[in-house]
């Protein structure tokens, strides 16, 4: 747009400054004949046999140019097209009066030139007409090339500024990717220089970052799946010593019945809890351990819901849609099913319970929706859902169990198999989640 400006102006100058150049220049040289020729009928007035006509035929004029003389408000011409009615009447005077003039006139529909020298007797006056069709041919030749470059410039600037800014742009595209793929978690993500000398320093040093970034990270993973694993001992311990309490349960007061139901349900709690957090501490560490299969989608939503009423546990209603009936995809088929159980006991114990889950087909992927019956979740508190140890703030989900882990291995497990999981509204005013996984096989 800048040069699509610059260059409309650039034309703009260039048509005032030739167009006033060529039209001085041809008002030159107009003058210049006539006063030529004005004195050589002056000279010729004196002769003796010639008339007016005759004077007139014999000046040396350019081609379609036109004699005319006035004597005392007689005329003569040498074109019938041209003739006193075609000059002006003010410039008449102004010339026959003694003054020299020039004027711009319109003869039959063209521009032509008229030019008058006043002569040395009274009210004698040379004029001579001089056509401006090679001007204005001049004038539409410029005025087509000047629009021709200014409609051109920008289509070639566009292509010659995106030939020469490809190259130094290219090393910025790659940094953007890189950078982008560590914001996704893939921090094996690297910069490749490729031999550009100004990309090296930026390359090295992003990568190293990125490298003390990755070593942190994994550290820190390894760390909590040592001390998630180191736990596993002493909790094989306390389940154990809870089995021998609760064989002499009967024997025990109410009070102290009650107490070991509570150390049953925590110990439980602290299970789950350490199994979550080593499940989600080998995933940071890299140990993806994907087993990709082919899988019908609908089938296993409903061996889920299947498993769960054989457990006793509350299920809803499963829609499959039309067009999802029949889709398979190439997924971790355990992931799958631990994603499908979270998202369901998050609905049982934060959403006020589980109400319909339904199988959809995109245009190139699948999703499963899952609904609850809760309050919902605000619009500000659904992307760091899926945190670890978020719980929604000012609902249900802060006054019941769990460490929060759920949805962080539901995002883990989703993002593995190259898929989405978002929540949303459901039509009943509760929380809506759905996972999308694509159609195509994992790379």
């Known amino acids: 747009m800048v040069t699509l400006v610059l260059s409309a102006a650039l034309a703009v100058a260039v048509w005032v400054a030739v167009s006033q150049y060529l039209l001085l220049q041809r008002e030159r040289s ?98 001579e007409v001089f056509p ?18 200014v409609v051109g410039m920008g289509p070639l600037s566009f292509t010659v500024g995106w030939w020469v800014t490809g190259p130094a742009l290219r090393p910025l595209q790659r940094i953007a990717t890189a950078a982008e793929a560590i914001a996704g ?14 990309l090296v320093p930026i390359a090295s040093s992003f990568n190293r970052t990125v490298t003390d970034l990755e070593a942190r990270v994994r550290a820190d993973a390894r760390f909590a799946a040592d001390v998630s694993h180191e736990l596993r001992s002493p909790l094989t311990a306390m389940l ?18 009650e107490g070991l139901a509570l150390l049953r349900s925590e110990v439980h709690r602290f299970e789950r809890l350490v199994a979550d957090l080593l499940e989600i501490s080998r995933a940071d560490a890299g140990n993806a351990d994907l087993v990709v299969e082919e899988i019908r989608l609908a089938a296993l939503v409903e061996e889920t819901l299947a498993r ?33 159980s979270n998202l369901m006991d998050n609905a ?47 609902s249900i989900r802060t006054r019941t169990e769990g460490a929060g882990l759920g949805l962080a291995l539901v995002a883990r497990h989703v993002q593995a198999m190259g898929g989405t999981v978002t929540v949303g509204e459901s039509p009943s005013g509760g929380a809506r989640f759905v996972v999308e996984l694509p159609l195509q096989a994992l790379s």
């Open 185 to 198: 978690g893939d921090l094996s993500a690297r910069i490749d220089p490729r031999g550009d000398p100004s």
């Open 132 to 149: 401006l069709d090679e001007l204005d041919r001049t004038y539409r030749v410029l005025a087509t090339v000047l629009t021709l470059a």
């Open 348 to 394: 049982d114990k934060h959403g006020g319970g589980l109400t319909a889950v339904t199988v959809a087909r995109g245009e190139d992927s699948a999703c499963v929706l899952v609904d609850d019956d809760g309050p919902g979740i605000p619009p500000e508190e659904r992307a760091r859902i899926f945190d670890r140890f978020a719980r929604g703030g000012g």
């Open 30 to 127: 107009t003058l210049i004949q006539t006063s030529n020729n004005a004195a050589q009928v002056q000279r010729a007035l004196g002769t003796e046999g010639l008339t007016v006509p005759q004077l007139l035929a014999q000046l040396p004029r350019e081609t379609g140019s036109i004699s005319l003389y006035v004597d005392d408000g007689q005329w003569g011409t040498t074109s019938l097209l041209v003739g006193r009615d075609d000059i002006p009447t003010g410039l008449a005077e102004t010339v026959v009066e003694g003054t020299p003039a020039r004027q711009r006139i319109g003869v039959q529909g063209t521009t032509m030139m008229a030019v008058g020298i006043p002569l040395a007797g009274l009210d004698q006056a040379y004029f």
């Open 308 to 340: 769960r009423r054989l457990a006793g546990r509350p299920t809803a209603r499963l829609e499959v849609r039309a067009t999802a009936a029949e889709v398979v995809i190439h997924a971790d088929k355990r992931r799958l099913e631990r994603v499908l």
């Open 240 to 257: 154990g010593a809870v089995d021998l309490v609760e064989a002499t349960a009967d024997r025990l007061p109410p009070d102290g019945r």
